[in-house]
């Protein structure tokens, strides 16, 4: 008799935990990643997105693919994208007119570094990116405020102007003024961390070109042939991430409205301002029938029990 009301109840159990199972999987249903996208061999994921609307309201139209390559657009100009280091929160940017070891771009060609204010809480180049700024008049707002007394000109991570001179580009370039006091003129080439001036604008600062390069601590490398030419980026959600982990955790995939200011959560047919479990949260909902279901199995047990 005992026997058989288990056999009864533990088949009733599997039925109804086999009937409820694909009810769960169909909530949240295939609409998990609608944002990620690629651009060539890039992963562009959550805080960023390629399409309106998806990603973190700091990061709208920042990065566009064009012909497989990941484009970063702010107010200073376009670069390509070569790295998104996701575990680091760190992007490399290339300019092609950026000056390196083996060429010297004069003539205000560079982009240099400039961000929207709306936008400089979530992206700015890493403390240990070098900006070296070239060719800079002596009227500079560089030099201003230094007359006679030592330049805001100094060594970022082990990389500056010094071994940046002895680079292949600097001997096309001729004979160089190297002088780390103001008054002998100013020097061809000054090394700044971006956090030292904000804004590398090259317009504003009256230098003809720039180059960047940044050291992926703790690997220093002396050699400036063998330094990282480019900029490195970092990026932050200066707000708590707690919306977009909660959303994708529902299965959904996390935007902003249309006004670009606050997150929405996208749950394939429609958006939610919490989660894709929100409005289903209803007394219908799967977590409300897999209650029944233990609740009535425990009293499945518990009768059987009591029988025995
Ligand atoms: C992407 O491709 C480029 C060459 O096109 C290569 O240098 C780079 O390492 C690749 N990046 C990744 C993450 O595979
Ligand atoms: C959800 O939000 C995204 C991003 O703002 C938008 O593109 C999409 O049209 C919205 N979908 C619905 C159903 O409102
Ligand atoms: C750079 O500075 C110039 C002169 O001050 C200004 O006109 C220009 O808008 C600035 N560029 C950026 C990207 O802020
Ligand atoms: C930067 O480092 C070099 C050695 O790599 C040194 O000769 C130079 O004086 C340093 N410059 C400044 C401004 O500290």
Known sequence: MASFLFFITSTIFTILVQSVLPVQAQTYPIHVKTCRSYCGNLTVDYPFGTRPGCGHPGFRELLFCINDFLMLHISSGSYRVLDIDYSYRALTLHDPHMSNCESIVLGYRGNGFVVDP?????????????????GCSSGSPLFQGFPGKHLPCRNVSSMGCEDYYGCPAWKVIGPKRVGSVYGAGPPECCAVPFEAIKAINLTKLECQGYSSAYSLAPVQVDAPGRWAYGIRVEYSLSDNEAFCKTCEATGGSCGYDIEGVHEVCMCGSWNSTSNCDSVHSSSNGPTSHLVDIIEGFLTSVIVWMTLC
């Open 118 to 134: 709306w936008r400089s809480p979530y992206l700015n180049p890493v403390q240990d990116n070098v900006f070296m700024l070239i």
